[in-house]
């Protein structure tokens, strides 16, 4: 069972910046895409940013320009780079393996980031 450890979350003023860091115990699958997804309170989950295996990378458009996700391949980890953060970034941000041949999915325990003056 591939585990999946976020780390950086916590609290920062509107205009911050934070780094989440998410480290895959092991790599199963040749072919993925690894990123993070959030969720609000009263909100679903939604996709922030994902890296592929290839290097490609998709953000959500809220985060556009702000957010940038990173990986380190060797290390089996990738990052979240979040600038100007706003109060509507405010979430418990999940980390997400996913195979793109088999659909199988990890998901990190999460972790709060909280901007607010």
């Known amino acids: 069972q591939v585990q999946l450890v976020e780390s950086g979350g916590g609290l920062v003023q509107p205009g911050g910046s934070l780094t989440l860091s998410c480290a895959a115990s092991?790599?199963?699958?040749?072919?993925?895409?690894m990123g993070w997804y959030r969720q609000a309170p009263g909100k679903q989950r939604d996709l922030v940013a994902v890296?592929?295996?290839?290097?490609?990378?998709n953000y959500a458009d809220s985060v556009k320009g702000r957010f940038t996700i990173s990986k380190n391949s060797a290390e089996n980890t990738i990052y979240l780079q979040m600038n100007s953060l706003k109060p509507e970034d405010t979430a418990i941000y999940y980390c997400?393996?996913?195979?793109?041949?088999?659909?199988?999915?990890?998901w990190g325990q999460g972790t709060q980031v909280t901007v607010s003056s």
């Open positions: 997400n393996l996913h195979s793109t041949v088999s659909g199988r999915d990890h």
């Open positions: 092991a790599m199963p699958f040749k072919f993925y895409a």
């Open positions: 890296i592929t295996s290839g290097g490609s990378t």
